[in-house]
């Protein structure tokens, strides 16, 4: 699921810092809702589509990476991100909405899922934030996509989050769910009231052994857990269910998530290669591309609150608050809202 608390945000701008921004989130954001809404995006009953037609697979960087791709191959460019313990499947409703809206949408297994696998067996088993948004550039180096519109939720929202910040050339437009998430390691160190520290069990689970073989033998009874508890008002059926976790079943799945977990609050080292990239995070970067930042009215994991995080998008910005008992995983509880959300940041 996604990033710090929003109690790490607060201490990290202040109670002055938040005041202002709520302020500005409630007046000078509602200027930059304009977005021209050339395309509608028309309305869909989620679950309507169940399957991609192909998987792809490209070497990129350190993985051989599978991915759906959709649409025509001289459109304009998507890159959906999806996030744990979801797969491509959070997009399989979106992805054919932006394919009619003229849209090439590329959706990759992220490090860990599906058929995305590693070309070495040396190379480590790193869930670190830099390591899987430096896989997606390398994907983008793959296709020979100068730039795209990059979207995501929950680790695919973080992953879209750094990209933007560290290669805004790259990125012509963002949709984050959640909003900011770039992690910072450092405020990770603070102690959170114990209400907020209870909404991240699964992360102190994963730091001890017991959790690690813990979700290794009950992985997916683990991820319906997190699917029922991040979205409480979601009634998807066991089929849905079974498709996004079958890319559990991928070889590095339990290494790359523990060490996700265990690298946010320091228990576990990065690659040296990134510390330059993870310097430059820890500075939580303002986002200058145009964003707009979505949240479900029901998502029962932990989240900021967007006027904790409105002043970290210095260029075009809008938030969509999507209600009727959305959660967690909103792109495929709500894909009309996504995908339109898409289109009209790519024309912010």
Known sequence: MTGEFNLPRRRFMGVAALAVAAAQFGIGRAALAKSTRETSIPATVPGTNTFFAEIKQVNAGVLNIGYAEVGRRDAPVV?????????????????????????RVIVPYLRGYGTTRFLSADTPRNGQQAAIAADIVALMDALGLDKAVVAGCDWGARTANIIAALWPERCKAMV????YLIGSREANRMPLPPKAELAWWYQFYFATERGRAGYEQHRNDFARLIWQLASPKWEFDDATFARSAAALENPDHVDITIHNYRWRISLADGEREFD???????????????????E??????????PAAYAKKFSGKYEHRLITGGIGHNLPQEAPQAFAQAVVDADRL
């Open 79 to 103: 890159i959906l991100l999806h996030g744990w313990p979801y797969d491509i499947h959070t997009y399989v409703d979106v992805a054919p909405l932006l394919a009619k809206a003229g849209y």
């Open 176 to 179: 984050s769910v959640s909003g």
């Open 276 to 294: 330059e990239l993870e310097d430059r995070l820890a500075s939580l970067p303002v986002i200058t591309v145009p964003t707009i930042t979505l």
């Open 296 to 305: 479900g009215d029901a998502n029962g994991a932990p989240h900021p609150d």
